[in-house]
Structure formats: C-alpha cells, structure tokens
C-alpha cells in the first residue's frame, strides 16, 4: 500500500566528521525538520540507541487504542487525546544521515552498531565508495545512499529523506490495517486512490491517521488544528440517505448524498459524542474508478488537542540546531 496508514514528523539525525558541512546542513535543511548534529560517531550511537525503548512504548500506546476500539470505545476520542498526550512522539528519529569516510570508524559500521533502531538509514560517499554503497543497499543495510559530489546535493538530500519520512512503518500500518475491513483495505490499495489521498493529506496535515470505524482519515496540521477526511464508498450512499432522513436532514439533504454531491458527519459526531447539529460537505472523487467519495470537515476546536502540544509548537521549543561535540 503506497498510502500510508499511519504518519507523522520525526526527528532528523546527521552524523559527518566534518563540523563546516554540519553547519552548512544546519542552514540549508528545511526548517520543518527537527535536526541533531553530531560529529563523533560515538555521541551520535549512544543517542539513537537510547530510542528503541520508546519506540516500543510508541507503538504499544497505539496497540492500545485498537485494543479498547476492539472492546466498544470509539477510536476517534482516543487519538485526540494521544495526540494531546504523547509529544515525545516527535523526538524519535526517524531517518538517520552517516557520511562513509570518518577516520575513527566508517559510516557502515556506525550503522551497524544501531541493530534494534527502526529508522531509515542514508549513507554519504565520496566516488570511490560507490561500491561499497551499492553492495550495502543490496545487503539491506542502508536504505538510499547519495555522493558528496553530486550537483546540487542540498536538494537531493532533502528529496531522499522527505521520501523516507513519508514512506509508511511497516509496524505502524499492521497497527491500523486491523482497523479496516477487507473491502476498505482493498480500497486503500487501488493505485489512484493512494496517488490522491497522498496528495491530499500532504497539503493539509503532518500527521493523519486512517481507521475503519468510521472509515476516513483524521488529521492535524502543525498548529494543531485537526480534521476529518470521510471516505465514502459510492455503494454506501443509500445507507448513508437514509442515515441522514432518520436524524432529520431532510429530503433534499438525502438526494444530495445520494447522488454524491455532498456526505454528511453523521458518524464522526457520533464517535465524538457530540450534540452539535450535522454538517453536510461537498463531496469529492478520490481515485480514477469513481467509486470511492470523500468530504472534509472541522472536529470541534474544544475536542482538539491543545494546540502548544502541536508539532509546531513543539519545534519552536527545541534547541537551536548546534553541532553536537
């Protein structure tokens, strides 16, 4: 599935033995990411060895709301308030830079001190260490690798690890795939459908969740302002009609869902528990088969976390990206 189920930012971590290329990161790298800096392969080892243990904390949190989901709790509630919770959240690293050539130990080794860190892993080489590269991606070792002397490298950086931050967790997506029916995962799977949510989500949030109940996708922008993308597949539009006429929105509002012009809330106010009347959205295609519809609506701003708990705000209260060591 190229869409992925589960997403949010992370952390950025560079290790190079040379503090003037840090420093150059330091002031190129988009200002989104949050970067640690290291010079010495040691403090840059000890760092991310410390991160598997919250990683599996991470990953347990999220195991258990699809556990109390199971046991009738609704999961939207429940990820608003993991997202208002759990901030250390955006501390783990998720994509790992090793420049190859440092005297005290290569970068290869490095990595290869790292066995129970699940991020992805990048290596710098200069011309001659392509080999040696190559045969490392081929190993499974490193997930990309890129030359120092590649023009424009800046950019090619960025595009390689944007790419990686945005490639789903394996361990995540087996999370919330159990969430979904059959018939929503094989959905989900339909190439122009992931191609159009990808893009969607990726103007809007930096950090989305897909479930199956309701089925959607909620989602938080970096200042903590949360939505809700409905999906709708067209065959459920009748169901959804008559949904609607039997909460009082009345004939036109049900010929409009039934025709796919517009979808209404219905189910995420029910999961929030929340007495406001329903809102009815345009509709919207996703995909080229034109059988699965989306519509996007607010969530209440008091049901949403509090906004100093954002990504946003949390990256203006990290520390100013310095070398470490």
């Known amino acids: 599935m190229s869409f992925a189920l589960f997403q949010r930012p992370g952390t950025v971590v560079f290790l190079d033995d040379d503090p003037d290329y840090l420093e150059m990161l330091a ?6 990411w949050n970067l640690k800096l290291f010079l010495r392969p ?7 060895q410390q991160e598997p243990p919250f990683w599996e904390a991470d990953a347990w949190n999220q195991q258990q709301l699809v556990e109390h989901w199971r046991e009738g709790k609704p999961l939207i509630p429940q990820l608003l308030g993991y997202w208002s919770k759990y901030t250390e959240r955006y501390a783990l690293t998720r994509v790992c830079v090793v420049d190859y050539s440092m005297p005290a130990m290569d970068g290869l080794q490095a990595l290869g001190e790292l066995v129970d860190w699940p991020g992805s892993r990048v290596l710098l080489t200069g011309q001659a260490d392509e080999q040696v590269a190559v045969n490392a991606f081929n190993r499974g070792l490193i997930d990309q690798f890129l030359a120092k002397q590649t023009p424009d ?31 929503q995962n094989a959905l989900l799977r ?13 103007k809007r949030w930096v950090e989305h969740v897909v479930i199956g109940d309701p089925f959607g996708v909620l989602g938080m922008d970096a200042n903590g302002q949360v939505s809700w993308l409905q999906l709708e597949p067209t065959a459920g539009l009748e169901d959804l009609a008559t949904l609607a006429e039997s909460e009082g929105l009345g004939t036109a509002a049900a010929t409009d869902i039934r025709q796919g012009r517009r979808l209404a809330d219905l189910e995420l106010r029910q999961a929030l528990g929340h ?12 995909g080229r088969e034109e059988n699965l ?20 705000h949390w990256l203006a209260r990290q520390e100013h990206r310095s070398v470490q060591g």
């Open 27 to 32: 002031l190129v790298l988009p200002r989104h």
């Open 42 to 48: 040691h403090d840059c080892i000890n760092y991310l």
């Open 153 to 183: 490298i800046s950019h090619r950086l960025i595009d390689a690890v944007e790419h990686l931050m945005s490639t789903p967790n394996p361990r995540h997506s087996q999370i919330w795939r159990a969430t979904l029916t059959p018939q």
């Open 190 to 202: 339909v190439p122009s459908i992931g191609r159009d949510l990808t893009d969607f989500v990726a």
């Open 275 to 286: 007495g406001a009347p329903p809102e009815l959205n345009p509709a919207f295609t996703i």
């Open 293 to 312: 519809l989306g519509a996007l609506f607010a969530v209440p701003p008091e049901l949403c976390p509090d906004p100093t708990n954002s990504f946003g």
